[in-house]
């Protein structure tokens, strides 16, 4: 298996869990990655920021937390928060959807990043 191919998974603070209100996303820049975090009523979300029809912001768009989902607002496309799929058209591929806990206050999100091919890794 190739260095570019090899993952492992990354839990990475991303905000405070007061950060967001119960419905409320934001966008959060994270190694690289662009996401889209929202806080349910007792869970939390977090997809790719970028829509997949589009380069727009799923994260300026509304949430619909009884339907799971949120709508990119310039085209209008659903997302679903807990897949990532892509609901309505226009968009028809995917986002990528990433499991998220929150420890102590603090929301994380496990992002796969490529393996650097060094020995080891955290235990």
Known sequence: ?????????????????DDLAVGEARRFDVGGHRLAVVRGHDCWFAINDECSHADFSLAEGDVDLDDCTIECWKHG???????????????TRPVAAYPVVVKDGEVLVTIQTP??????GAS
Do not use: H, K, Q, W
Request: glycine share 10%; hydrophobic share 35%; net charge negative.
């Open 1 to 17: 298996m190739s260095a570019e191919t090899a993952t492992s998974p990354t839990p990475v603070v991303v905000c405070n869990e």
């Open 77 to 91: 496309s659903f997302f679903s928060l807990t897949t990532g799929a892509a609901e309505t058209l226009p968009a």
């Open 115 to 120: 393996n650097t091919g060094g020995a080891g």
